[in-house]
Nanobody, 126 residues
Framework: QVQLVESGGGLVQAGGSLRLSCAGS????????MGWFRQAPGKEREFVAT????????TYADSVKGRFTIARDNAKNTVYLQMDSLKPEETAVYYC???????????????????WGQGTQGTVSS
């Protein structure tokens, strides 16, 4: 089982940026597709971005396309989420997750991920 630890959350003003990190340990990190999700207060967890096992195929939710960038550094067992031009409605707990090893591509579905971090809070003030 891989262990995931998110970091990099914090408080920023609208239009600002945050860079989230997700450090993995345990199972071979590079053999898993990764995803970022978020959950705002009173709302369901939603897809944000995903990166393939190879690190070459990113996918984004329409709402963040052009503003967020996902990347991974397998040598460091870390996946990143650069978030620019943040909006107050994007205040949420951000989670990273891994897919089972047999899947090389990421997925938009929460059900397709089997290991989750504890989350990091990102707050965007207006």
């Amino acid at each position: 089982q891989v262990q995931l630890v998110e970091s990099g959350g914090g408080l920023v003003q609208a239009g600002g940026s945050l860079r989230l990190s997700c450090a993995g340990s345990g199972r071979i990190f590079s053999t898993h597709a990764m995803g970022w999700f978020r959950q705002a207060p009173g709302k369901e967890r939603e897809f944000v971005a995903t990166m393939s096992r190879s690190g070459t195929i990113p996918t984004y939710a329409d709402s963040v396309k052009g503003r967020f960038t996902i990347a991974r550094d397998n040598a460091k067992n870390t996946v990143y989420l650069q978030m620019d031009s943040l909006k107050p409605e994007e205040t949420a707990v951000y989670y990273c997750a891994t897919r089972p090893q047999q899947y090389g591509l990421g997925s938009r579905s929460i059900r397709d991920y089997d290991c989750w971090g504890q989350g990091t809070q990102g707050t965007v003030s207006s």
